[in-house]
């Protein structure tokens, strides 16, 4: 007689891989429907439905599938956004994220078929050839706006001011700025920095319309260049690198050493970077977040102490490296002091 066979191990986390993408599809669909934008007060279906022009009986459904991942609330058959959703999701303000979150989703989304043929044929012509485009960097820069003010910039400003050099700091620079929240926050935290904001000119022209909205004109300059064939000034005391150097590739020693003769004596370089930890396995959101780039033949991630390494040949007298938990998972932050 056939026997029921012993298990080891329970395999519901197993089974709860397959409910992951869904959950995602469930979050992306009610941003595309406008769900959380009208769910800042507590709203029965039938309203919902009425007012977005929907099924009254899918409403229901969907309602309750969102309050399962509880990124909205019920409570007596009416539903309600959950506090983040009601601050990032319910209006169109300076930390709405929705179109944001859209745009992530283009990026990180693969199907298991399309996995499938870059893992047996490797990437060949499906190489990611949208990061060409400069209006696709433009997009993202505008799209990164928000991103930053609603926590990342203000993480930037913490972390700049800690530092036990901050008060002498004269003159910064925030490489590859993006839309340049967090170089201007930090210089709008400072009672006498100026500060200096670089990136590709189709960028710089993004965080020109930032320093101009928050009239930090006077304080802040933008530079537009290639800063891993071209020149980005000197004579800094700090520079700023959040999630960038992982475009230099292989000539990040380069790049970094071209960083440590731009500063001034007893200067400090702060990079804000993914770190791959785990033998690359870990943390799961810079692993899974650059998996479309690096099977299409454009590896985005660095692995921890890379960035510490090259700032150690590159001349620096000491570097201290650290991870940060942020909204967008653990980053890895690496400072590094150049000799008096």
Not at 193 to 213: H, N, Q, S, W, Y
Not at 297 to 315: P, Q, R, T, W, Y
Request: charged share 25%; proline share 5%.
């Amino acid at each position: 007689m056939k026997k029921i066979p012993e298990v080891k191990d329970d395999f519901g986390e197993l089974y709860g891989k397959l409910l992951t993408n869904q959950e995602t599809d469930l979050f992306i669909a009610a941003i595309k429907l406008g769900i959380f934008q009208e769910l800042s007060d507590w709203k029965s279906p039938e309203d919902l439905a009425e007012r977005l022009h929907l099924n009254q009986k899918n409403t229901a459904v969907f309602l309750n599938s969102l309050a399962s991942l509880d990124v909205i609330e019920k409570k007596g058959g009416l539903f309600r956004n959950s506090p983040a959703a009601a601050e990032f999701l319910a209006e169109n303000n300076d930390v709405y994220l929705g179109d944001f979150f859209l745009s992530c989703y283009r990026w990180y989304s693969m199907s298991p078929d399309d996995i499938c043929d870059l893992v047996r044929d490797g990437p060949g012509e499906r190489c990611v050839s949208d990061l060409e485009s400069e209006e696709t960097w433009r997009e993202q820069a505008r799209l990164s706006v928000n991103y930053q003010r609603a926590g990342m910039a203000q993480l930037a400003v913490r972390l700049v001011s800690s530092l036990p050099e901050y008060p002498s700091f004269r003159r910064m620079l925030d490489l590859g700025c993006g839309p340049g929240l967090c170089g201007t926050s930090i210089a709008m935290s400072h009672p006498s920095m100026k500060a200096v904001l670089f990136d590709r000119p189709t960028v710089a022209g993004v965080a020109e319309e930032v320093v101009e909205e928050y009239g930090m004109g006077d304080s802040v300059a933008v530079l537009g260049g290639d800063y891993i064939d071209g020149p980005i000034g000197g004579e800094y005391d700090p520079v700023w690198a959040s999630m960038t150097l992982n475009f230099a590739g292989d000539r990040l020693k380069e790049v970094i050493k071209k960083i440590h003769d731009s500063l001034n004596p007893g200067g400090v370089f702060v990079s804000f970077s993914d770190g791959k930890t785990n033998e690359g396995t870990k943390p799961k959101e810079m692993v899974i977040g650059t998996l479309m780039f690096a099977l299409s033949g454009d590896d985005m991630g660095l692995n921890e102490g890379v960035i510490a390494g090259a700032m150690i040949e590159a001349g620096f007298a000491s570097v201290q490296s650290r991870t940060v938990m942020t909204p967008i998972g653990e980053v890895m932050v690496d400072i590094a002091r150049k000799r008096p």
